[in-house]
């Protein structure tokens, strides 16, 4: 990336906080971002979005609402995150292109159904990778890594790597302390 481009991804992140309800410092958009906050987002330091060739969706449904980011948050393209409760991301999150995070079934599925929100919550270093879907209700651990195209439903220990849909455990990982994902 050129020092025209880091230039230009760091003034786009400048405007993007005019969006947030509070940045930390340094927030990067490369690409598009779509952000509908009835709510709150509110990000760290150093979120960084690539949002092209597709588009980061961020969406708080409601004023009770609320989006938080903690710092080193790296978000692919075309990540949609809908939130009508609270979906909280940790520090050093790195997550995959075209993955879908939302905290609420949205629709009914039949007349005796009901609409339910239950927060997600994705811990420190945690890796998610690309076309996963994060559902509601569920945490994922500190440092565990959620392998491409797995649906989460149920909660993610820490420090294991989960595949599949639905998302099962493959392995334990051996993470020293302190290390953070690159």
């Known amino acids: 990336m050129s020092v025209v481009d880091k230039a230009f991804a760091v ?12 940045s930390g410092k340094l927030p990067r958009l490369r690409g598009g971002c779509s952000v509908k906050s ?12 690539t ?4 588009k980061v969706s961020l969406n708080t449904e409601n004023k009770e609402s609320k989006i938080v980011f903690g710092n080193n948050v790296f ?16 520090d050093n999150v790195k997550i995959g292109p075209l993955t879908n995070i939302i905290d609420s079934n949205y629709h009914l ?35 565990s890594v959620v392998a491409a195209g797995s649906v ?3 909660d993610v220990p820490p420090n294991v790597l989960v595949a599949g849909s639905p998302a099962k455990m493959v392995k334990n990982l051996e993470i020293k302390d302190g290390w953070i994902r690159e």
């Open 11 to 22: 003034t786009k992140g400048s405007l993007l906080k005019f969006k947030l309800s509070k």
């Open 38 to 49: 009835q709510g709150q987002i509110v990000a760290g330091d150093n979120l960084s979005i």
């Open 51 to 54: 949002g092209r060739p597709i």
């Open 75 to 90: 978000i692919n393209y075309g990540v949609d995150i809908g939130c009508a409760r609270l979906v909280r991301i940790g």
């Open 109 to 143: 599925v039949d007349s005796n159904d009901s609409l339910k929100s239950e927060q997600v919550v994705i811990e420190n270093n945690v890796w998610i990778g690309r076309g996963c879907s994060i559902l509601s209700g569920v945490t994922i651990g500190e440092n």
């Open 152 to 154: 989460v439903n149920k």
